[in-house]
């Protein structure tokens, strides 16, 4: 039996917490098929939960702070730290317990292998454990991740190379996410053998396993051209523009709704832009992320599903997001920016649309391109449909295996 401890800053607590599931989907997904690997997932504290078990993981939960405090594994650090700047004392007791508590597990387990999800903080946590134990490391990189590090003077990207150079082997959601990591690392600590591009992928079991849960708020649209966004309420994730562009074309308005999905701090900014603009009437927000029935009756309504992915004055910007290949899945014409790496998977025209959010007006242009071909579709969504086959958990997770465990 092959014992993985795995390392995360942002894990569910169940299947009904709304805090991202990537990490979780992809670890029952890997026990499934891999019944050799026993994993433990070490995590932040959270609502007080402290240790569990199920059939595909053990769950340890690690203390940092006064409970009251411990708020980064919710939506995840940086958004904390976005919305409180003050948290960012809580991040030394952070590293400092989420290293001493990794210590612990690897002399309670005696591991095989570290899998660390995100290079900051928990791949440089990782490196710290395999020079002090020696228990090999791999890492997956997601977005933004590794440029926190290059943001320390001097030693940034030493910490960045000492990790790539150190780690047995690593991947990316996307290439732009890998670029931008080996953009930092000398060429002699970089071994490209060890690099590889895996998008986390698409669960649809937990799609194929439910019914789908009727919206009232939204079965009311019927007859409108229904464009949704579905994802997280963060300033990467571009709803803003996306709400722009909606008074851009006000000679479609009386025939389309947007329909905002999700949750986080800036749903009241968008409350805001939306009565500024006179939208009310347009827009419907519907605060919910991660329920899957609910998301499984967006993606059936759905015209059009738009990812309008910015890069924020801070340089913030998505990975590959998993809420793409999932309109893909479920045969969705998919609107996309360049911004979210969707370039790397939607041909323009052919399996989904693209634009670039940086310029002006082009997304409601876009919008209103689609809208008037509304009827002419099927193409565009059957090969949606089929190119989304490649990116299903079954898929990607084989890959996975083979390149960070069993090499």
């Not at 933004?144 to 990790?163: M, S, Y």
């Not at 449909?385 to 083979?402: G, I, M, P």
């Given at each position: 039996?092959?014992?993985?401890i795995v390392?995360?800053s942002?894990?569910p607590?169940s299947?009904?917490?709304?805090?991202?599931?990537?990490?979780?989907?992809?670890?029952?997904?890997l026990?499934?098929?891999?019944?050799?690997?026993?994993?433990?997932?070490?995590?932040?504290?959270?609502?007080?939960?402290?240790y569990?078990e199920?059939?595909?993981?053990?769950?340890?939960?690690?203390?940092?702070f006064f409970?009251?405090f411990?708020k980064?594994a919710?939506?995840?650090?940086?958004?904390?730290?976005?919305k409180?700047?003050?948290?960012?004392l809580v991040?030394?007791?952070?590293?400092i317990?989420?290293?001493?508590?990794?210590l612990?597990?690897?002399?309670k387990?005696?591991?095989?292998?570290?899998?660390?999800?995100?290079?900051?903080?928990q791949a440089?946590?990782a490196?710290?454990?395999?020079?002090?134990?020696?228990?090999?490391f791999?890492?997956?990189?997601h977005?933004?991740?590794?440029?926190?590090?290059?943001k320390?003077p001097?030693i940034?990207?030493?910490?960045?190379?000492?990790?790539v150079k150190?780690?047995k082997s690593?991947?990316?959601?996307?290439?732009?996410?890998?670029y931008?990591?080996?953009?930092?690392?000398?060429?002699k600590?970089?071994n490209q053998?060890?690099s590889?591009i895996?998008?986390?992928?698409?669960?649809s079991?937990?799609?194929?396993?439910?019914?789908?849960?009727?919206?009232?708020e939204?079965?009311?649209?019927?007859?409108?051209?229904?464009?949704?966004?579905a994802?997280r309420?963060?300033k990467?994730k571009?709803?803003?523009s996306?709400?722009?562009?909606l008074?851009e074309?006000?000679?479609?308005?009386?025939?389309?709704?947007?329909?905002?999905?999700?949750s986080?701090?800036?749903?009241?900014?968008?409350?805001?832009?939306?009565?500024?603009h006179g939208?009310?009437?347009?827009?419907?927000?519907?605060?919910?992320f991660?329920?899957?029935?609910k998301?499984?009756?967006?993606y059936?309504?759905a015209d059009?599903?738009v990812?309008?992915?910015?890069?924020t004055?801070?340089?913030d910007v998505?990975?590959?997001?998993?809420v793409l290949?999932e309109?893909?899945?479920f045969g969705?014409?998919?609107?996309?920016s360049?911004?979210?790496?969707?370039?790397?998977i939607?041909n323009?025209?052919?399996?989904g649309?693209?634009?670039?959010?940086d310029t002006?007006f082009?997304?409601?242009?876009k919008?209103?391109?689609?809208?008037?071909?509304?009827?002419?579709?099927?193409?565009i969504?059957?090969e949606?449909?089929?190119?989304?086959?490649?990116?299903?958990?079954e898929s990607?997770?084989?890959?996975?295996?083979?390149h960070l465990?069993?090499?």
């Amino acid at each position: 039996m092959k014992k993985i401890i795995v390392l995360a800053s942002t894990f569910p607590l169940s299947n009904n917490d709304p805090t991202p599931s990537f990490v979780m989907d992809q670890i029952v997904e890997l026990k499934k098929k891999n019944n050799d690997i026993e994993f433990t997932v070490l995590a932040p504290s959270y609502q007080n939960k402290k240790y569990s078990e199920n059939l595909y993981f053990n769950e340890y939960r690690f203390r940092y702070f006064f409970s009251r405090f411990e708020k980064l594994a919710g939506e995840g650090i940086l958004p904390v730290l976005r919305k409180n700047f003050l948290y960012t004392l809580v991040i030394p007791f952070f590293l400092i317990s989420q290293l001493l508590a990794t210590l612990k597990l690897i002399n309670k387990l005696k591991p095989d292998l570290i899998y660390a999800h995100w290079v900051m903080p928990q791949a440089l946590i990782a490196l710290i454990c395999f020079k002090l134990t020696r228990v090999p490391f791999v890492f997956t990189s997601h977005a933004h991740d590794a440029e926190i590090l290059t943001k320390l003077p001097v030693i940034g990207k030493l910490l960045l190379n000492t990790i790539v150079k150190n780690a047995k082997s690593f991947t990316f959601d996307s290439k732009n996410t890998e670029y931008k990591l080996k953009r930092n690392i000398k060429k002699k600590n970089w071994n490209q053998d060890k690099s590889k591009i895996i998008p986390m992928g698409v669960n649809s079991n937990k799609f194929e396993s439910i019914e789908s849960t009727e919206i009232i708020e939204i079965s009311k649209y019927h007859d409108k051209f229904k464009i949704v966004y579905a994802g997280r309420f963060a300033k990467k994730k571009g709803v803003e523009s996306l709400i722009n562009s909606l008074k851009e074309i006000p000679e479609i308005l009386d025939e389309i709704v947007l329909i905002i999905c999700g949750s986080g701090s800036l749903v009241n900014e968008y409350f805001r832009l939306i009565d500024k603009h006179g939208l009310t009437k347009n827009v419907k927000i519907i605060k919910f992320f991660n329920d899957i029935p609910k998301l499984k009756y967006i993606y059936e309504i759905a015209d059009l599903i738009v990812v309008p992915s910015i890069v924020t004055k801070g340089g913030d910007v998505e990975g590959l997001p998993v809420v793409l290949m999932e309109s893909m899945y479920f045969g969705n014409a998919t609107l996309s920016s360049f911004q979210s790496n969707a370039g790397e998977i939607i041909n323009d025209g052919k399996n989904g649309f693209l634009f670039d959010s940086d310029t002006n007006f082009e997304l409601s242009q876009k919008i209103k391109y689609i809208f008037k071909r509304k009827d002419n579709l099927m193409n565009i969504k059957v090969e949606a449909e089929k190119d989304s086959k490649k990116y299903l958990l079954e898929s990607v997770n084989y890959q996975f295996y083979k390149h960070l465990f069993n090499n």
